[in-house]
């Protein structure tokens, strides 16, 4: 499996730009992935320098209904006539931040009839698998960090139903991707256990939280717990720099961030 960033918050690549959001370009021996667009083009201009043919792609996935995500969609339509699209059910909710600012998808791309929108579980073939975790336990606790969603009018805090994670199997090994684990990757890991991935690939959303404070503990217990899986995890995007060193000196090679540009094989 070859895993290339197409865009993410960072890079070391001074001829590739960078943008808060994410995309990922996915090879397996059957498909040809892509992982979320970013919030604009940014992750097609990229694709095009890193010799990716987004008209190739077969399958493409929105992890959740945020821009920093999905803002690009539209410009994947444009590239890729083919290419079947899944996002879930929730994803086109209209998604703020805080209560004015509007974060979610363009609601209209949900009529174009290039969308597969998915459930709680999508199996889509013996290699793919989507699920939410929704209706399962959350053993750890989470937090909105002022992220809303509008229901019957009014704001509430999300509880991200929205989000959904991909999960691939080759080559008898696992690999869980997540776009933002918004419900936690805690939790995350605890729904996935029964799949043991070797490799977790994705945000953590820990940009909030501070290891200079009260936060420490917090992340304390999430190194502990990830340290607990066979699993090596590369992360970006919302895991926030600041987590991450913090992380990183107590997991060492088990952890590593992944920038605009760079490429895994699994």
């Known amino acids: ?22 995309s990922l370009y996915i090879e397996t021996c059957k498909h040809k992935i892509l992982f979320d667009t970013g919030q604009s083009d940014l992750f097609a201009r990229n694709a095009q320098k890193l010799g990716v043919d987004l008209s190739q792609v077969d399958i493409a996935v929105i992890s959740h209904g945020h821009y920093d995500h999905g803002g690009g969609l ?43 929108l ?29 992220l809303n969603v509008k229901r019957d ?35 995350i890991m605890h729904w996935a256990t029964q799949y043991r991935p070797c490799a977790v690939i994705g945000g953590f959303h820990l940009m ?19 340290l607990q899986y066979d699993a090596t995890y590369y992360t970006c995007h919302c895991t926030g720099i600041n987590a991450y060193a913090y ?7 088990k952890l590593n961030y992944l920038s605009t540009g760079q490429t895994i094989i699994l």
């Open 153 to 187: 009018d009014k704001l509430v805090p999300d509880d991200f139903i929205h989000e959904q994670y991909l999960l691939i199997r080759e080559g008898g090994k696992t690999t869980l991707v997540s776009g933002c684990s918004h419900k936690g990757i805690l939790n």
């Open 74 to 116: 539209k410009h994947l339509l444009a590239a890729n006539s083919k290419a079947a699209v899944y996002i879930n059910e929730h994803a086109f909710d209209p998604h703020y931040a805080g209560s004015e600012r509007y974060n979610g998808l363009d609601r209209g791309l949900r009529y174009t009839g290039r969308i597969t």
């Open 1 to 22: 499996m070859n895993i290339k960033v197409l865009s993410e918050n960072t890079t070391l690549n001074s001829n590739l730009n960078a943008e808060h959001g994410l």
């Open 247 to 253: 992380l990183k000196s107590q997991m060492g090679k």
């Open 118 to 146: 998915t459930g709680d579980r999508e199996q889509i073939d013996d290699e793919l698998t989507l699920f939410t975790g929704n209706g399962l336990p959350r053993p750890f606790p989470m937090d909105s960090f002022g």
């Open 208 to 226: 909030k939280l501070d290891p200079e404070t009260a936060d420490s503990n917090l992340l304390d217990e999430i190194t502990k717990e990830l």
